[in-house]
């Protein structure tokens, strides 16, 4: 082991003591948390700042002149800047809080999309996506008859970029895609399609939420056009998330929720739309939880994450390596190492995934089991369910270990 | 190891799964098809039910995809009703559904036979939607079986 | 002071402990905080909960058999049970988890009312609604062009019930309405609105945000349609709500947010919804917030909040006495104290609301000022703003005072 | 009391507040008029703007309604450009700007009269809000005027 790779792992055993969740038991046994994908656990700098909101300043925010309402709302705007920085975004005001990834693909579609495109315009999706990013599609085709069309997910478990040359044609408006697959692990080649796409006068929208948690995004330097992700995949606390636009794009956006704070004068015949970003946020935002998300990104800055977590991938990695050579274990995703990140899917041959997943709770490890929502991307490679295992910064060698001896339990239990 | 894991996953609820009775489909216009699915994990029964009278259950077979515990309760259902009447077998679901959820059943009926097998169950209810799922499609299969005759 | 009241107030000086921020000092002085209507303060019970759960069992929820999974969706589901037996709802599958009133509305507007409306129906709302309640109509108006009808108000501040006899006609298919106006606190005389509505074949929602906090409520007896009200302002946390209604109704919504969780399955063609409730909760909920949620219900219901509110009812008309006193001071709202709730705003002759409040608030009182996102309803009686004071259980007289005798230091700097 | 209340509610502002100085309207064809809304509050400046040339700001009026931060500032800022060149009432808009978020401006120059009065506002976001109302319809009708001309 390198001398810097042992400094990362001591400094990973001192990182997990700011995670409170992670001296928990389970059926007796540590737990080795290992499902975070599904979401990420917080550490107590973020949980510490919502208790320190609530006893000492929260208010609703933006609209009292008091202290505490001018404390609070300090406190929640800052966070937009601090969302800013952290995508390298032009303009705070481009950063719309939302309640996570599938409410900011839900507003992009209802906003942007549904107002701005016709039937029979083209948009494109992948056959790797996450349900947040499909079933929105299929309801404003339902309402608009635009047409859908996907980019194809090869044997090999990446996209098929030959495909895609043809799939985003000149009628292509927007390409919705996921930077990487939370069901297969693979990392999509964004500057690809993005390039694609704008050649095709079309925009596109990158489902961030498995890729901004682990490595740095600068949506300028990639020329994204719309980026969406949830905070508790990142640390933060749960009913979260961003929608980012490029300016230009956002006041092509219709407000799709009225109420207070999004207006800028109510009368009784209608009403006229506040500033953006305020008109896509109607009524009493989720205030303990941006500003927690704010904490969020501070701690992940603070701890310098992209390091870490480019250690917790060769956890993930060594892992993998440790799974494909048991014979009774199946493993999806891409061969290429580059070409995936710090997750795995995999299938036990004879024990279904939830039985597999339940006994390796009974071990204290913790993975998901399941269609991961992202049921047609895994029909199409033959399956309905897998176990998924996903690490974050805070997992050592110790979890990935526990998971592979809590796996020869299973085996004994079903395959004896 | 006393972590529920002997308990859930008892010798019965093995061997149906690994050999589970009455799978496969049944053919025929008067066949009534019922399809269930578990939304958060994609477990799937299609329950094929077979009733020329509308009063008896001449026959009843399953196709599913799923964990033991779906997989076998619906081995063990479809065990449990072939052959029963059907008011007979629309009890025997109410009373899965009791067992299931903790309460209380007749231990010494035997036309609830292996029932009791899913006991362990009941620790884990994300597994108890599992377990259910069979039962729910024999249920739905019933109530569309009257509403035609 | 009868032994009943005394011992009412004892108990407030109790209950006061159990909040942390109250012992906040503002600029020096003692926080009064009666900016209730805008949102509660936490309880540490409430803050401890969410503490609690990101400390020992968090986890993403619905999806997962891992303990950790587990624990959290049955603390999260069980709050549906609770949220059902606030309300006496029949069926806890009519809980539908949002991110607000705001929220909620905005949901029922999308989901049942296009879906089930068409050009000429009609929707009455009335003229002291929040914005919460009037822009949802105005864009679905827009966008399928129902008509709306507003219920006036009177001189005295309240609703004109004979007016509302013909504006609830036959074309109504929805009254959509508050219980309690934020603005101008008018308890409005729900039951004679709902047998308008039901005797014309129209559906009721109510909009309990400003009633819930305060009193019981019950959809039954009341046979109320439907029912939306904030967490936030009933010592719960931000970003959530709830959107209740009753199964026959829910049953005609089309769900509107697309994603995870809400489908039974999908396809790369479409998808099949999930059941009620969960079709109408995409995406990973705000789990933090749900089930803190629930602690600040059972909170209310341990401290037994509906004496509690009487009480501080009693504060509230006891400071309104006093400000009546005061000549250079306008209260808004009607006479009858039986329809007026522990809110009301007030205008300062030639002191603008801003102003007050700021000066106020140098006093360590915390009052709105603003339109209250009811800016017709205020503009209706030549208001662009007043300063509102709106009390919780855990105002004592100590708050009252400190109001009352801050007002004459604004009148000193303003009015010498 | 040293709770800001004196830096904020200086004389010279409760002297604009309370006598406004070019308070009503302008008509006519080449009257620029820009409504601005505190959309938190419900503040409201109406501006008119007049200039025959497009050069200069032959008069300037509004009507307000509005806190005493507001209205003042309407005041002020209508008494500082009245007169100028249009070129040099933006300039002093972006140094109003940069004062009342906190930069720093040339304190010697006259030409930026009453804003330092509005130093005690910088403590307060809330009415940064209140201040800066009629700046930005005079930012948007010279704007406006010059998209016209
Ligand atoms: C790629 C991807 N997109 C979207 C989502 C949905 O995120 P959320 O549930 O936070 O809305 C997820 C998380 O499960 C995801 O992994
Ligand atoms: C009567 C009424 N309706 C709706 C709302 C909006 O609630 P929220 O901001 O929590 O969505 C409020 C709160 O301000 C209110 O008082």
Chains 1, 3 share one sequence.
Request: hydrophobic content about 40%.
């Amino acid at each position: 082991m390198s001398l810097e790779s042992k400094k990362l792992l001591d400094r990973t055993t001192q990182i997990r003591s700011d995670f409170p969740i992670l001296d928990r038991k389970i059926n007796g046994k540590r737990l080795a948390y290992l499902d975070n994908a599904a979401s990420s656990q917080k550490p107590m700098q973020v949980i510490s700042k919502i208790n320190d909101l609530y006893s000492n300043y929260y208010a609703n925010v933006h609209r009292g002149v008091h202290s505490l309402s001018m404390e609070s709302t300090e406190a929640y705007e800052s966070v937009r800047e601090k969302v800013a920085k952290f995508i390298n975004a032009g303009n705070i005001n481009e950063i719309i809080f939302t309640k996570g990834t599938t409410d900011s693909i839900n507003l992009f579609a209802q906003s942007w999309a549904k107002n701005n495109l016709k039937k029979g315009d083209r948009i494109v999706l992948s056959e790797i996506e996450h349900h947040a990013n499909l079933v929105p599609w299929f309801m404003l085709r339902d309402e608009i008859g635009i047409e859908l069309a996907f980019i194809p997910v090869l044997d090999d478990y990446t996209l098929d970029i030959e495909a895609a040359k043809k799939i985003i044609n000149s009628n292509t408006r927007l390409v919705s895609i996921s930077h990487i697959s939370n069901s297969l692990g693979t990392i999509v080649p964004i500057k690809d399609i993005i390039d694609l796409a704008h050649h095709n006068n079309a925009i596109v929208l990158i489902d961030g939420a498995q890729s901004i948690p682990h490595q740095n995004m600068n949506v300028i330097d990639l020329d994204i056009d719309v980026l969406v992700f949830s905070a508790h995949k990142m640390l933060g606390p749960t009913g979260v998330g961003i929608l980012w636009a490029k300016m230009d794009i956002l006041k092509q956006c219709e407000p799709v929720i009225g109420g207070g704070d999004m207006i800028s004068k109510v009368t009784f015949d209608g009403a006229l739309w506040n500033d953006i970003p305020f008109r896509f946020e109607a009524g009493t935002p989720n205030i303990a939880g941006v500003i927690g998300f704010g904490e969020a990104i501070d701690y992940l800055n603070e701890i310098n994450y992209i390091d870490l977590c480019n250690q917790s991938h060769v956890i993930s990695e060594y892992t993998r390596n440790l799974l494909e050579e048991m014979e009774f274990v199946e493993i999806l995703g891409p061969k290429d190492k580059l070409l995936r990140t710090s997750l795995f899917s995999f299938d036990i041959k004879n024990i279904h995934p939830h039985d597999v997943a339940q006994i390796l709770d009974s071990e204290g490890v913790a993975v998901r089991a399941g269609h991961h929502c992202a049921q047609p991307t895994l029909n199409k490679f033959g399956f309905s369910s897998t176990v998924r295992a996903s690490f974050y910064f805070y997992n050592n060698f110790e979890d990935a270990n526990q998971l592979i001896e809590s796996l020869q339990i299973v085996k004994k239990r079903f395959l004896q | 190891m006393n972590d529920g894991m002997d308990e859930l996953y008892r010798d019965i609820i093995l061997d149906h799964y690994r050999n589970p009775r009455n799978s496969g489909s049944i053919e025929g216009d008067s066949v009534i098809i019922i399809e269930e699915f578990n939304p958060l994990c994609g477990d799937k029964i299609i329950v094929y039910l077979h009733s020329l009278s509308g009063e008896l259950i001449d026959d009843i077979k399953f196709i599913g995809e799923g964990c033991s515990i779906s997989q076998s309760s619906a081995s063990i259902m479809t065990d449990l009703v072939i052959g029963k009447k059907i008011e007979h077998a629309k009890q025997i679901v109410q009373q899965f559904h009791t067992f299931i959820t903790g309460g209380n059943i007749d231990e010494d009926d035997n036309s609830l036979g292996d029932i009791d097998a899913f006991k362990g169950v009941r620790k884990f209810p994300a597994r108890i939607k599992c377990a259910g799922l069979a039962w729910n499609s024999l249920d739905k299969a019933i109530d569309s079986m009257k509403k035609l005759t």
